[in-house]
């Protein structure tokens, strides 16, 4: 049973840094594509980030792009989404997937976690 528990939302103001962490409980970590998303109220779902299997292909919404870095530890089972220059237009529940020898460039994961808050004030 695949787990993906993402960790270390909160409230934070214009301008501020965060990382976002997701731990996988998959054993063979190092061969899936991990994807970060996130959904405002009232919006769909959105694409971020998304760091290959192999950890040499990354790729990032045109909305963070500069300001957001994807990164993944394969011994710690994580991948973290390091998010600088916070706005308000970044507040959303963020969700990181998992998707097995996945491509960076599909938007379709196998498993996703719970999501965690990120509230970004003015």
């Known amino acids: 049973q695949v787990q993906l528990i993402e960790s270390g939302g909160g409230l934070v103001q214009a301008g501020d840094s965060l990382r976002l962490s997701c731990a996988a409980s998959?054993?063979?970590?190092?061969?899936?594509?991990m994807g970060w998303f996130r959904q405002a109220p009232g919006s769909e779902r959105e694409f971020i980030a998304a760091?290959?299997?192999?950890?040499?292909?990354?790729r990032y919404a045109d909305s963070v792009k500069g300001r957001f870095t994807i990164s993944r530890d394969n011994v710690k089972n994580t991948v973290y989404l390091q998010m600088n220059s916070l706005k308000p237009e970044d507040t959303a529940v963020y969700y990181c997937?998992?998707?097995?020898?996945?491509?960076?460039?599909?938007?379709?994961?196998?498993?996703w976690g719970q999501g965690t808050q990120v509230t970004v004030s003015s």
């Open positions: 997937a998992a998707d097995q020898f996945g491509a960076v460039g599909s938007v379709k994961y196998e498993y």
């Open positions: 998959i054993r063979t970590f190092s061969t899936y594509t």
């Open positions: 760091i290959s299997w192999s950890a040499f292909g990354t």
